[in-house]
């Protein structure tokens, strides 16, 4: 039911802006069953009651939809008063024999527009109905953002409780929910229903948890009394499950939570510090290196860091004990195939599975009791429905288990072939390949060789064509998407068989589904499968074709998202190279040293450049650019190393590193003279221009500015006018003329406006702010500055927002 309320006569109703009051009943729908003769006076009564609450507080309803209410206002000290009116009334009213009505608030303030009696401005509307949703009966929930509003102005007697950081659906964002408290109303609710709080930050589990009740117990125990513990042991031992196990079991001991760190696709000890900060949410300041960032962030946290796979960065094991050393309510938890060797560390091999005597069985009916026999038991069920463990089987199973050495991954892939072959049959295979691998490389661990033979036998399985993809799809990192195994991996064959290739990985448990940002399909291989297919690429021949295919692909994939940052789906493509990082690294870090690349690489880095600047990835990309200029492809005096030089000097800007700003602006800048490159020599102006602001030299800069502002309004583009119009705006601002940079910024914001390129908007926004805050216009600088933060946090500018 959609009832039309008559809104109040406001001269103007809230836009820009606006602080939204959500509400609904707490099972309203069961109620209106219960009760079906009274509930339609009882939901009149209802209606009535918001109604008055929000109109004598300036709010205005703007739209009802059965028992919810909708309404905005214009200020957030309204809305929450209007909130607590309505609890109040709600609480006091005589509900007959319904007993009460409980009504759930949430509030939220953020940007929206007020059009023909609605308003637009989805993801301030969306985030204002997620927030009511996570709310229970009685409760009023508000927002970050209508918090730090109503921080210095709370109406009397009222306080607002942090309730820590949760996710709303469908928001990547964490953020602080607060709970307004009142003497008089009901103040004591469950734990909020988000999809994670403060306290858990672990990767979701769609599988069981299987065994190992005394491991877990012991490394709670040693958790508990040391700061560094770490889970050794060869791949497929189980470490990464079991330790999130403990960590999810040990969530209320850590008051500021739990944080896992994935390193399975970092190479570079010197990525480690960045890749912690990224997952903590910590923002790159130019004021000091990004490890004193991180420092700064973990003294005053109660914080469990829980780094996974650690020997890919061994090198920076000196790290973790530093850390430990300097924020002193820290403890990292670390699984590893090798130990850290670091004073302080205490090392948990994690044993096999546990397994039964295989001379003396004993009775089928308690053979699960042994976690290494329930594991094969579950994954085999998840196949086979109705597989069952008889007499005549278990013996088999058994040692099925036994020759894989009670390792689960093993298990669990020997598990999915129940479908296609008795325990009896896999055994005889598996036998007889275990044999063949005794006599294979002696270097290698014992466990390491059995789980190799696991693979090669899985591998073996398959036929040819699922054979060719299983290698193929070893050449993405961090997963990847079907139109990119049909580009990458196929041999233009119908999507229909690639389909059916990639459903029967997942059947075999070669290939995995992962989360993606949208809807689409997402596939991995685990590690050590994604390992074991790169050995079979390399001996099949067709390495450099495919590694080449995979790198044409994300640089195509690349070129599109550089063509999308600049107009309104700057986000989307934002989100998309984000997922896709650790491929576009991988295909850049190939190009580099591969025969014939020398334009991909270029050409990648370049774009790359542009992604790491918006991203915050400030460090990480100096770092890689820097590497790329120095190759040999990357020595000419060509336009496209005048881009690489015009990125880098960017990068070193955001990182208030001046003189190499402007080292390597005046080299693209001379270079794009040489080539005569209008557009080019515009932008290394820009770079220019922007450091001699930042030291001083304002004369300078509006040279420079202003060359880039003419050559870029003679050629007709938009995008170049309003990125010299906010230069000259932040350089009159820095020199005091107000009124000029005034002037520039607001004819950038028009521009930006007009081609709904959110990015600059935020920047001419932040400057306008500035501008009305020296102005003494504190009022207008808070909108300003508010509507820029909004932006930024939409397109995940770390940068920007920190």
């Given at each position: 039911m959609r009832v039309v309320i008559q809104p109040p006569n406001f001269d103007q109703h809230p836009t820009g802006t606006v602080t939204f009051l959500f509400t609904d009943i707490e099972g309203s729908t069961k109620l209106a069953r219960k009760f079906p003769e009274i509930w339609s006076a009882t939901e009149k009564r209802h209606h009535?009651?918001?109604?008055?609450?929000?109109s004598s507080h300036h709010g205005y309803v703007f739209r009802t939809i059965g028992d919810e209410f909708n309404a905005a206002f214009e200020t957030a000290h309204d809305a929450l008063s209007a909130a607590l009116a309505a609890q109040r009334l709600l609480h006091t009213e005589d509900w007959g024999a319904i007993g009460s009505i409980r009504v759930r608030m949430g509030l939220h303030t953020g940007l929206a527009r007020h059009l023909d009696g609605d308003y637009e401005g989805y993801l301030t509307l969306s985030h204002t109905k997620r927030l009511m949703s996570i709310a229970f009966g009685n409760q009023i929930l508000l927002s970050e953002a209508t918090e730090a509003l109503l921080r210095d102005s709370l109406p009397q007697d009222i306080t607002l409780h942090n309730l820590g950081e949760h996710r709303l659906k469908d928001f990547d964002i964490v953020e602080h929910i607060f709970q307004a408290v009142a003497q008089d109303l009901p103040a004591d609710f469950p734990p909020l229903k988000s999809l994670e709080g403060s306290t858990n930050h672990l990767p979701v589990i769609l599988t069981s948890f299987v065994g190992r009740s005394k491991e877990v117990g012991e490394v709670k125990r040693l958790l508990s009394k040391e700061r560094i513990v770490t889970l050794t042991g060869p791949g497929g031992t189980g470490k990464t499950r079991l330790a999130l196990q403990v960590a999810g079991e040990m969530i209320e001991q850590f008051q500021d939570g739990i944080f896992f760190v994935g390193l399975t696709h970092i190479t570079d000890s010197v990525l480690i510090t960045s890749t912690i900060a990224q997952a903590l949410g910590i923002t790159e300041s130019p004021m000091q290196p990004i490890i004193e960032s991180l420092k700064d962030y973990l003294r005053r946290k109660s914080l469990l860091l829980l780094l996974d796979n650690f020997e890919q960065v061994i090198s920076a094991a000196p790290l973790v004990a530093d850390l430990v050393v300097e924020c002193s309510q820290l403890k990292i938890f670390v699984t590893s195939?090798?130990?850290?060797?670091?004073?302080?560390?205490?090392?948990?091999?994690?044993?096999?599975?546990?397994?039964?005597?295989?001379?003396?069985?004993?009775?089928?009916?308690?053979?699960?009791?042994?976690a290494a026999v329930e594991l094969f038991i579950q994954r085999a069920l998840a196949v086979k429905p109705d597989f069952q463990i008889r007499d005549e089987t278990a013996k088999s199973i058994v040692e099925i288990c036994y020759r894989l050495d009670g390792l689960p991954l093993a298990i669990e892939l020997a598990a999915a072939r129940v479908k296609l072959l008795p325990p009896q049959a896999m055994l005889a295979r598996l036998e007889h390949r275990l044999e063949f691998l005794t006599g294979g490389a002696r270097d290698l661990p014992v466990r390491q060789q059995t789980l190799r033979n696991t693979i090669a036998w899985s591998h073996d399985l398959l036929n040819e064509n699922e054979q060719r993809l299983f290698r193929r799809l070893s050449v993405f990192v961090g997963g990847c998407t079907i139109a990119a195994v049909e580009t990458v991996a196929g041999d233009n064959p119908t999507s229909v068989s690639i389909l059916?290739?990639?459903g029967s990985l997942l059947d075999k448990s070669l290939l995995r589904e992962t989360n993606s940002t949208n809807n689409e399909p997402r596939f991995e291989l685990l590690e050590m499968l994604r390992e074991f297919g790169l050995e079979q690429l390399g001996v099949s021949g067709e390495q450099e074709t495919i590694q080449r295919r995979h790198a044409n692909y994300f640089l195509a994939l690349a070129g599109q998202a550089e063509a999308g940052l600049d107009n309104v789906e700057q986000v989307q493509w934002m989100n998309q190279m984000e997922q896709e990082h650790d491929n576009l690294r991988a295909a850049l870090e190939w190009s580099k040293t591969a025969e014939d690349s020398g334009e991909i690489c270029l050409r990648l880095a370049s774009i790359l450049g542009l992604f790491w600047e918006a991203r915050g990835y400030l460090s990480e990309g100096r770092e890689r650019l820097a590497a790329v200029l120095l190759i040999e492809k990357a020595q000419g005096r060509t336009a496209a190393r005048a881009m690489l030089l015009a990125r880098a000097a960017e990068l070193a800007y955001r990182q208030s590193d001046y003189p190499a700003t402007e080292s390597f602006a005046r080299e693209s800048l001379e270079i794009y003279r040489e080539v005569g490159d209008k557009q080019g020599i515009a932008s290394a102006l820009i770079k220019l221009g922007n450091a001699a602001t930042e030291v001083g030299n304002y004369a300078t800069a509006s040279e420079f500015l202003e060359e880039a502002l003419t050559i870029w309004c003679e050629g007709g583009d938009k995008h170049g006018t309003s990125r010299a119009l906010i230069s000259l705006g932040w350089t009159a601002l820095r020199s005091g003329d107000y009124d000029l940079a005034n002037l520039r910024l607001e004819e950038a914001l028009a521009i930006s406006r007009e081609s709904e390129d959110i990015r600059r908007i935020g920047f001419e926004l932040s400057g306008l702010g500035e501008v009305a805050m020296r102005q003494g216009d504190y009022f207008r600088a808070k909108q300003l500055v508010e509507e820029s933060l909004e932006l930024r946090r939409q397109l995940g500018n770390k940068w920007g927002v920190g």
């Open positions: 009535a009651i918001l109604q008055t609450a929000i195939r090798e130990a850290l060797h670091i004073s302080g560390e205490h090392e948990y091999p994690v044993p096999p599975l546990a397994l039964p005597d295989l001379e003396q069985l004993p009775p089928v009916e308690s053979l699960t009791q042994y059916d290739c990639l």
